[in-house]
Structures are given as structure tokens and as C-alpha cells.
């Protein structure tokens, strides 16, 4: 199984909202799996008060700790490569506003992101439709642009086969056709119940969870397992066996 190369994702930690026993899995699953290929999937931190829509009580808070939780977790990992996520996106894009002193705390926020993960030899793509698209043989990872109940069908049409965090939910579409389009939702490392979203039934069907896999490095074929905490329980199979 030399040319197979072991591979982990988590997606949307939100800083401070995280949900600290899930992410404790998957630091203890991550000591196990080994994987050569870590991604931080996006919206590492929440940054609330920067939300278009936050409340009055919302943009006076302070994100020192949201961005400080953010920052432990981003150490911790030590990921190959940093996708962006529509969170965080927010600070990069107050960095390079005209909001004079606030622009400037933007700046020094996104700075020391850089800086650490210069420091880890880890690369980071925007949050964008096309440059912020991870090819790991012949599987993509993305942050997730789309919403809603069909999010994992419209990823599958963009782009294939491809694992997704943004809507925090666990799902999968398999798109019909000669090549192999399999889509996967990864669920989320946060709080299932964040303030902001707790009168939104629609996020019932929001889940912890991460994904991880297996890639061959000679022919690009891949195999992913998406780890689900159900009731409190955690489900990781993990195991590959090949048959001559």
C-alpha cells in the first residue's frame, strides 16, 4: 500500500463556538491516522461582530478570544494547507478596506494568520470560486459556496468529486455519469447551537463530524470516510484492504 497517501480535513471550527469535545476527537483520531495531507477546511474562526448582518450587541464584542481559540486550533494542526472560508474572509477583506484604525487591527489579525502558517510550511487559498479549490489526486476540497438541502448536488455539478464544509451538515450526492462526481458535506467541529443561529430550525440537520482518506498517488483514485458523532457517540470506520 506504498503509493497510497493517508489524508485529513475538519471545516468550520468558528473559534471561540467551537465545540471543544469534537475537536478533541479529531486531534486524537488525527495522532492515530497520521495523515500526510492536513486541511483546515475554513471558517477557522466565527468573527462575528464583522457579520453583514450582526445585531448592535454583536459588533461591540470582542473577538480576542474568538480569534485566540482560532489561532491554538490552527497550531495545533499544523495543516499542509489553509482553505478560506466566508468567515474569515471577512478580516482579509477589512485588511485591504479604507477603515482607517480598524482596517489596521485587520491587517495585524491577518498577518499573524500568515505568519503562522508560513512558519508550518502551510499554504493558504482564498475563500473564491476557482483559486480556492485543493486537488488531492483526483478529489477536490473546498470550503463550499453553496446552501440549502441540495448544497451537496450543486457542489457535485461545479466540481466533481469534492468534500465540503459551510453548511455544517453530514450529506452526500452522487451525480450520474462515466466519470466518478461524489460529493460530500463533513459536517462541522462547532457548537450545533450558536446564538445567532438558535431560531433556525433548519440547522437541526447540522452534525459534528470531519472527513478523512486515502489517495493514490500514482493514478489520483481516492477513497474518503466521513467521521459522525450520532447521540453523542462517534462513528469513524477506518480500514483498507486490497485483494489481489
Known sequence: MSNWTRFMAGFDVHGDQQSKPACEVFFKFMKDWKPEIRVMGGDLFDFRPLRRKASEDEKRESMREDFEAGMEFLKRMRPTTYLLGNHEVRLFNLAESDNGVISDYAYQGVKDIETVCDSMKCRILPYHKRKGVLDIGKLRVIHGF????YAARQAAMVYGSVL??????????????????????????CSLDMEYSSMNPSTLRQANGFAYGVVNKKTGMWHAWVAECINGEWLIPSDLTKYE
Open 164 to 189: 465540503f464544509g459551510h453548511v455544517h451538515t453530514i450529506d452526500l450526492y452522487s451525480l450520474p455519469g462515466f466519470e466518478r462526481r461524489v460529493a460530500r458535506a463533513c459536517g462541522c467541529l
Open 146 to 149: 453553496h446552501c440549502g438541502v
